[in-house]
């Protein structure tokens, strides 16, 4: 169509120069003449240049003649153009007929309030981006102190209408919109901008100037109702503190576990003040968050901040709740596997009593095995109730969770091993039976009596009230002498060393070992007491008296009775002894 345009302004142009060669516009020197009907005038004598005029008069004619075929030619394609636009528009219209019912159209929001939507795109953007160009510059007109909503009007252009304020765009409606919409561009924009109206109607009355003189003065109140309640709350926990301090002596008790005291009057009243100071902190703390939420939702600006900071302490405290009541289930099955265990273990605990007290035999089962096994199976049952207790715990399946079990496994394993080997020696020694609470053992170079058996360790009493701890690793390669079970079958033999001269018969010597034996408190009288000569020295012969004893724990005692009573008796008989030896260098004189 353009070249058919460019034609006809090229021949309308060139008609209109033709046009102001006419006669009607030659001047008097021009040697053309302006009419035909001059020419048969008499006083008019054709020039030269007659036929010039007629020929000039010819293609005038036929230009006036193109023009007309022209503008037929150009109304034709312009009722074609137009029918193909109509043909464009009803096919575009049918699809977006069919197209209605199944597309969803972008909202524009405002306040929570929905203007109209959006369906079609524009200018390359998408209808969600159309929409929130739209609901931003709503807001932010919304906003300003002097809005005038009737001041928003449209202006139209030949494919779109804007709706405009102060000369920004607020949006744009298109002819496809309106088809949309079933309806006109015209009568859409105005909808679109009674809506648009309307919405900055509700804005302006919520951030007016009136409204932040209102909000200021509810921030100042709030303010001011918060300072209140600070100086309240301090002023009642002086008030409360005098008064504990006042009635202490009347209401308050020291408390006692068995003799020792736990809580005395002061210490109860010192921690009465910490917790209440520390009440009065949280009740503060609780007051300033709530004052903040309050004044954030004061001004619409920081509404939306409000509602979030409100949303990060009410969402955990509902989380933790829903997570409760979901865990309840959790809870009765534990609750379940915990009361089973337990009374096995009372069970076993009871079992283990009676055949530590004898009322129970078993064959093969020893009364001392029994506090040791029914502690091992205590153990093995609680961390069997751990296993099955495991997948009931809360984020028990969670990655964090297994990898800090993980994590802490490892470090007992790799820190316990020396734990472990105790525990095991611990074991054996207990079922080897090599010594029990109170009995007199020799480890080494250590003797004394068994205070305590400990599955890590074991400690010992020395004749001298040294406390002494020894793992049961060590012990496991130590030899171990038990002296107070020997004491118990068939009596712990004691015996002592006597020198005396060549010149004291033997017999003589026997006779005041056996004497002295005898007049010993709490040596065995059967079997009787021996003796023995350990050997031949070069001036004197060993005699080694040998005596029974029931009772471990008096071994030192009966030691040193039977020394003093050997004394004795030798003295009584004149006998010298010979033990320990004296030498004397006499140097020449």
Same mark, same amino acid.
């Not at 977006?96 to 405002?110: F, K, M, Q, W």
């Not at 020893?366 to 153990?379: E, H, L």
């Not at 010149?503 to 059967?526: F, G, I, S, Y």
């Given at each position: 169509?353009?070249?058919?345009?460019?034609?006809?302004?090229?021949?309308?142009?060139?008609?209109?120069?033709?046009?102001?060669?006419?006669? #009607?516009? +030659?001047?008097?020197?021009?040697?053309?003449?302006?009419?035909?009907?001059?020419?048969?005038?008499?006083?008019?004598?054709?020039?030269?240049?007659?036929?010039?005029?007629?020929? +000039?008069?010819?293609?005038?004619?036929?230009?006036?003649?193109?023009?007309?075929?022209?503008?037929? $030619?150009?109304?034709?394609?312009?009722?074609?153009?137009?029918?193909?636009?109509?043909?464009?528009? %009803?096919?575009?219209?049918?699809?977006?007929?069919?197209?209605?019912?199944?597309?969803? /159209?972008?909202?524009?929001?405002?306040?929570?309030?929905?203007?109209?939507?959006?369906?079609?795109?524009?200018?390359?953007?998408?209808?969600?981006?159309? %929409?929130?160009?739209?609901?931003?510059?709503?807001?932010?007109?919304?906003?300003?102190? #002097?809005?005038?909503?009737?001041?928003?009007?449209?202006?139209?252009?030949?494919?779109?209408?804007?709706?405009?304020?102060? &000369?920004?765009?607020?949006?744009?409606?298109?002819?496809?919109?309106?088809?949309?919409?079933?309806?006109?561009?015209?009568?859409?924009? $105005?909808?679109?901008?009674?809506?648009?109206?309307?919405?900055?109607?509700?804005?302006?009355?919520?951030?007016?100037?009136?409204?932040?003189?209102?909000?200021?003065?509810?921030?100042?109140?709030?303010?001011?109702?918060?300072?209140?309640?600070?100086?309240?709350?301090?002023?009642?926990?002086?008030?409360?503190?005098?008064?504990?301090?006042?009635?202490?002596?009347?209401?308050?008790?020291?408390?006692?576990?068995?003799?020792?005291?736990?809580?005395?009057?002061?210490?109860?009243?010192?921690?009465?003040?910490?917790?209440?100071?520390?009440?009065?902190?949280?009740?503060?703390?609780?007051?300033?968050?709530?004052?903040?939420?309050?004044?954030?939702?004061?001004?619409?600006?920081?509404?939306? +901040?409000?509602?979030?900071?409100?949303?990060?302490?009410?969402?955990?405290?509902?989380?933790?709740?829903?997570?409760?009541?979901?865990?309840?289930?959790?809870?009765?099955?534990?609750?379940?596997?915990?009361?089973?265990?337990?009374?096995?273990?009372?069970?076993?605990?009871?079992?283990?009593?009676?055949?530590?007290?004898?009322?129970?035999?078993?064959?093969?089962?020893?009364?001392?095995?029994?506090?040791?096994?029914?502690?091992?199976?205590?153990?093995?049952?609680?961390?069997?109730?751990?296993?099955?207790?495991?997948?009931?715990?809360?984020?028990?399946?969670?990655?964090?969770?297994?990898?800090?079990?993980?994590?802490? /496994?490892?470090?007992?394993?790799? /820190?316990?091993?020396?734990?472990? &080997?105790?525990?095991?020696? &611990?074991?054996?020694?207990?079922?080897?039976?090599?010594?029990?609470?109170?009995?007199?053992?020799?480890?080494?170079?250590?003797?004394?009596?068994?205070?305590?058996?400990?599955?890590?360790?074991?400690?010992?009493?020395?004749?001298?009230? $040294?406390?002494?701890?020894?793992?049961?690793?060590?012990?496991?390669?130590?030899?171990?002498?038990?002296?107070?079970?020997?004491?118990?079958?068939?009596?712990?033999?004691?015996?002592?060393?006597?020198?005396?001269?060549?010149?004291?018969?033997?017999?003589?010597?026997?006779?005041?070992?056996?004497?002295?034996?005898?007049?010993?408190?709490?040596?065995?009288?059967?079997?009787?007491?021996?003796?023995?000569?350990? &050997?031949?020295?070069?001036?004197?012969?060993?005699?080694?008296?040998?005596?029974?004893?029931? #009772?471990?724990?008096?071994?030192?005692?009966?030691?040193?009775?039977?020394?003093?009573?050997?004394?004795?008796?030798?003295? $009584?008989?004149?006998?010298?002894?010979?033990?320990?030896?004296?030498?004397?260098?006499?140097?020449?004189?």
């Amino acid at each position: 169509m353009k070249p058919l345009v460019f034609y006809f302004l090229f021949s309308t142009f060139g008609a209109t120069i033709l046009c102001a060669q006419s006669p #009607d516009n +030659l001047t008097a020197n021009s040697p053309v003449i302006a009419d035909s009907t001059l020419a048969a005038t008499p006083e008019y004598t054709p020039s030269p240049d007659s036929s010039q005029l007629k020929l +000039l008069q010819e293609q005038l004619q036929e230009s006036k003649l193109n023009e007309m075929n022209l503008r037929m $030619e150009m109304e034709q394609l312009k009722l074609a153009a137009y029918a193909a636009d109509s043909l464009k528009t %009803a096919e575009q219209k049918a699809r977006i007929d069919s197209l209605r019912n199944i597309t969803e /159209g972008i909202p524009v929001v405002i306040e929570a309030d929905t203007l109209f939507f959006i369906y079609t795109n524009k200018g390359g953007l998408s209808p969600a981006g159309r %929409a929130a160009l739209i609901e931003s510059a709503i807001l932010r007109l919304g906003k300003e102190y #002097d809005l005038k909503p009737d001041s928003v009007s449209l202006l139209t252009e030949e494919t779109f209408t804007d709706m405009v304020y102060k &000369g920004k765009v607020i949006g744009s409606i298109t002819d496809k919109d309106a088809m949309w919409m079933n309806t006109s561009r015209e009568k859409l924009s $105005e909808e679109y901008r009674r809506k648009v109206v309307s919405a900055l109607e509700v804005l302006k009355h919520k951030y007016g100037l009136s409204q932040l003189i209102k909000h200021l003065l509810l921030f100042i109140l709030v303010v001011s109702a918060q300072y209140v309640l600070i100086r309240f709350t301090n002023y009642f926990y002086k008030k409360l503190k005098i008064k504990i301090e006042n009635i202490k002596q009347s209401f308050l008790k020291p408390f006692f576990i068995k003799n020792y005291e736990f809580l005395s009057i002061d210490r109860q009243e010192r921690l009465l003040f910490v917790l209440l100071n520390v009440a009065r902190y949280i009740f503060i703390f609780v007051q300033l968050i709530f004052s903040v939420l309050i004044i954030f939702s004061i001004f619409p600006q920081t509404e939306a +901040l409000a509602l979030q900071l409100f949303s990060y302490i009410l969402n955990p405290l509902k989380k933790i709740g829903l997570n409760f009541v979901r865990y309840i289930p959790n809870i009765f099955t534990i609750l379940i596997i915990w009361m089973i265990i337990k009374y096995i273990i009372k069970g076993i605990k009871y079992l283990a009593d009676e055949i530590a007290g004898e009322r129970l035999k078993v064959t093969g089962f020893y009364p001392d095995w029994a506090k040791p096994t029914y502690n091992i199976i205590r153990f093995l049952l609680y961390a069997f109730m751990i296993v099955l207790i495991y997948p009931y715990l809360p984020n028990s399946q969670s990655k964090v969770f297994q990898g800090v079990s993980v994590f802490l /496994g490892l470090i007992v394993s790799f /820190g316990s091993s020396s734990a472990i &080997g105790n525990l095991v020696a &611990g074991m054996i020694i207990t079922y080897m039976r090599s010594f029990k609470i109170n009995d007199r053992i020799k480890i080494n170079n250590i003797v004394g009596n068994v205070i305590e058996k400990t599955p890590i360790v074991t400690r010992i009493l020395t004749i001298k009230n $040294e406390i002494v701890t020894i793992p049961n690793s060590t012990i496991m390669s130590s030899q171990i002498t038990n002296l107070s079970e020997s004491a118990r079958t068939h009596g712990l033999t004691l015996y002592l060393n006597v020198t005396c001269g060549y010149e004291t018969p033997w017999r003589t010597v026997h006779q005041l070992l056996l004497d002295a034996a005898d007049a010993t408190p709490d040596v065995m009288k059967t079997p009787h007491p021996y003796v023995l000569e350990d &050997g031949f020295d070069d001036f004197n012969v060993v005699y080694q008296i040998n005596i029974f004893i029931s #009772d471990a724990n008096k071994a030192t005692r009966i030691s040193s009775d039977l020394r003093q009573n050997i004394q004795d008796k030798f003295n $009584e008989a004149g006998i010298s002894i010979l033990s320990p030896h004296y030498y004397v260098n006499v140097g020449e004189g």
